[in-house]
């Protein structure tokens, strides 16, 4: 303020003021030996506008530029809504991540619109995922499970024994395994054609179920050869087993285009022995199913005979 | 109960009383106003009577004993960190304290940053440069020093009072063996 004319210092602060509203804001000397009159208050007044602006300025144009770790000293209400989206921004990032790492809780309840769209997103992630999640589940169970008879597969069947296995060695315990077949299965295939095979091998399926407990692993092994294991039962218990279901079979009436057929089963029987490989007591249940066979079907032989 | 001298703190949630037996007509809320008269004149008398140290320490100290005993009644034994902040949410939420929310959470270093927006002690108050919401501070620090079992040391590093819109505080485990 160097002009001491009242007229002319009241044009520099208009200057300034239109500057300031042009964009291109510039301070106003404040000389010490100015009057101390209300024009003076007026330029003092100006200069602390500018640096409110500049505060301002600098907080929206960092905001603009995607940071949100400014610090404005800015006090304008304008510089307070700025501070208030950058507080709400830096608790979305923090949400976005919590979400990035799995919890998908989160909901944004500021932010309007934005809010919407951020929740119905993270709703829409959450369906997808339990989808997905389900679609495995579904996938898992598939894998283990024999298509055509509903019962478990070899695959499932040796996940199940080895766990199964494992618990009856530390119990200091040898539980039973059985391997069956039935008796002349390419003879019904050939009869009555492969539609029968697949009605027998269901009922079959059927019989072995309903005559096994729900804890006993109760497989197809492949072609028409299924397995039957009983946790924490041992060699009595299995003989008397595969006594009944070979009875059962027997018993059971399969019809096939009104016509019965026929259906027996041969049973190899044998133990686990401790730690053995799993295959090598298939090997020797498959060994005493031959044997089976060889006797002349419709049997069950075992490791005593 | 509450005349006794003491030598460690004795604070119960049970000294909140009954209040559906106590205030039939006008029920568990009051007037912000209030509890803000009771908040600044109290403040006012123990500068006065103390010092303003003194003052800060007996907000710390209350504020964390009031962290700990909500942690223990109202949030649930929650299983972590996100499940503190949600339930903690709600609660203040639904008790009219402020809008709590997370801007950092390093659960590897226990450093944490919160903001609380119209928060009860100082959302409207007049700028002044200084923050004041020691017993927010002390709040913050009850509260994980309750889920996480070490000490904390919290500083409100913004306040309404110093121009910003929310409360803004910055946790760090605090060293044990220093004052
Ligand atoms: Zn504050």
Redesign the interface.
């Known amino acids: 303020m160097l002009d001491p004319s009242d007229a002319a210092r009241v044009d520099q602060v208009t200057e300034a003021i239109a500057r300031l509203l042009k964009g291109q804001p510039s301070p106003l000397q404040v000389d010490a030996d100015a009057p101390q009159d209300e024009i003076r208050q007026l330029a003092v007044y100006m200069n602390q506008l500018f640096i409110e602006f500049d505060h301002l300025n600098a907080a929206i144009t960092a905001l603009s530029q995607g940071s949100l770790t400014f610090d404005s000293p800015g006090r304008l209400p304008a510089a307070n809504a700025v501070k208030n989206l950058q507080a709400a921004l830096r608790h979305l990032v923090w949400q976005t991540r919590q979400v990035a790492e799995g919890d998908f809780t989160q909901r944004v309840s500021f932010l309007g619109d934005f809010a919407t769209s951020f929740n119905s997103m993270v709703e829409q992630l959450t369906a997808n995922r339990e989808a997905l999640l389900e679609q495995n589940r579904l996938l898992e169970v598939t894998a283990i499970t024999d298509a055509l008879t509903g019962l478990t597969n070899r695959r499932g069947a040796r996940e199940r024994m080895i766990l199964e296995l494992h618990r009856a060695v530390r119990a200091g315990f040898a539980p039973c395994v059985m391997m069956m077949d039935i008796d002349h299965f390419k003879r019904v295939n050939d009869t009555w054609g492969h539609e029968a095979g697949d009605v027998v091998l269901k009922a079959l399926a059927g019989v072995l179920k309903k005559n096994t407990r729900f804890e006993d692993v109760c497989a197809r092994w492949g072609g028409e050869e299924f397995l039957i294991m009983a946790p924490e039962k041992g060699l009595e218990f299995g003989l008397a087993l595969a006594e009944r279901l070979r009875a059962r079979v027997e018993e059971n009436v399969v019809e096939y285009n009104s016509q019965r057929i026929p259906v027996t089963i041969s049973i190899g029987i044998t133990t686990y022995w401790d730690a053995e490989d799993l295959d090598a007591t298939v090997r020797r249940a498959d060994g005493h199913l031959y044997r089976a066979k060889n006797a002349g079907r419709n049997r069950v032989c075992g490791d005593l005979g | 109960m509450f005349q006794e001298e003491r030598v460690d703190f004795k604070f119960e949630w049970e000294h909140l009383g009954n209040l559906a037996l106590g205030r039939p007509n006008l029920g568990p809320t009051t007037h912000i106003a209030l509890y803000r008269l009771m908040q600044f004149t109290l403040r006012d008398a123990l500068i006065r009577h103390g010092g303003v140290e003194l003052a800060n320490r007996v907000f710390f100290d209350a504020g964390r004993n009031a962290g700990a005993a909500i942690y223990k009644h109202l949030l649930n034994a929650p299983k972590d960190m996100?499940e503190l902040v949600?339930s903690l949410q709600r609660s203040f939420e639904e008790l009219g304290g402020g809008i709590i929310?997370?801007?950092?959470?390093d659960l590897e270093k226990n450093h944490f940053v919160l903001?609380v927006?119209e928060d009860l002690d100082c959302s409207g108050l007049p700028?002044m440069d200084e923050a004041i919401c020691t017993y927010d501070e002390g709040f913050i620090a009850g509260i994980l020093e309750a889920h996480l079992g070490i000490p904390f040391r919290v500083r409100e590093v913004d306040c309404w009072c110093t121009?910003?819109?929310?409360c803004?505080f910055e946790a760090v485990p605090r060293d044990p063996t220093a004052t």
């Open positions: 996100g949600r929310r997370v801007e950092e959470a903001t927006a700028l121009g910003d819109r929310v803004r």
